[in-house]
C-alpha cells in the first residue's frame, strides 16, 4: 500500500498555490478534492492517458473477426450448401453480424477497461474514513500527494503546504 499526504485548505487560491509549489517540487500530485472545479489544478494532476479506445477498437476488431470466422467455418467448411450455385463464402452476405457483435464486443471491451483503470467497483475508499473529508463537497478543498521516499523530503513537503495555507495535513494510506 503506497501512503499519500492529504492538505486541507479554506480556499480555492490556497489549494491551487500548493499544487504550484509541489509541482515545481517535482512531487507526485494524486488528486484534488474540491466542491467545484479549480482552474488548473486538472492539468497538473498526475493523470495517464486513458486506453479505453484501444481496448475497444481490439476488441471490436477480434469479436467482429471470431463472428466472421465462425459464419465462414459453418457455410464454407463444416457445413457447405450449393443454394443456386453461389459461392459458399459469401461476404456481403456475412457482414451483418460481424458488424453487430463487433460494436457489442467494443462496448463490453471498452466498459471493462474503464472498470480497470478507474478501479472500480471500490466498496471501500480511505478517504471516507477520515474525519472532515466530506466538506469537500461543500466549503473545503483537499489535495494529495504521494508521500516522498525520505523523512526530511516529508518533513519538506509538509512545511511548503502549510505555507500555502493547509489548515491540516494528514498521512492516509491509499
Known amino acids: 500500500m503506497s501512503k499519500m499526504l492529504l492538505a486541507e ?13 509541489a509541482n515545481r517540487r517535482s512531487y507526485r500530485l494524486l488528486d484534488a478534492f474540491t466542491p467545484f472545479p479549480v482552474e488548473g489544478v486538472a492539468d497538473m494532476l498526475d493523470s495517464r ?26 457455410a464454407a467448411i463444416n457445413y457447405p450448401y450449393n443454394a443456386g450455385g453461389r459461392p459458399l ?25 474503464f472498470l480497470f483503470e478507474t478501479r472500480l467497483p471500490r466498496l471501500h475508499f480511505p478517504l471516507f474514513a477520515i474525519e472532515g473529508t466530506e ?8 489535495l494529495a500527494i504521494e508521500v516522498p521516499e525520505t523523512e526530511s523530503e516529508k518533513r519538506d513537503a ?16 491509499s
Open 89 to 113: 463464402n459469401s461476404w456481403p452476405a456475412f457482414m451483418l453480424v460481424p458488424f453487430a457483435t463487433g460494436i457489442f464486443g467494443a462496448s463490453v471491451a471498452g466498459f471493462i477497461r
Open 9 to 21: 485548505f479554506a480556499h480555492a487560491h490556497e489549494l491551487r498555490d500548493a499544487a504550484e509549489a
Open 158 to 173: 509538509m512545511e511548503s503546504l502549510h505555507r500555502n495555507g493547509a489548515l491540516t495535513i494528514r498521512e492516509v494510506e
Open 49 to 74: 492517458p486513458s486506453r479505453v479506445r484501444v481496448f475497444m477498437f481490439a476488441g471490436g476488431v477480434l469479436i467482429a473477426a471470431m463472428a466472421y470466422g465462425g459464419e465462414f467455418y459453418t
Open 135 to 142: 466538506r469537500a463537497s461543500q466549503d473545503r478543498f483537499f
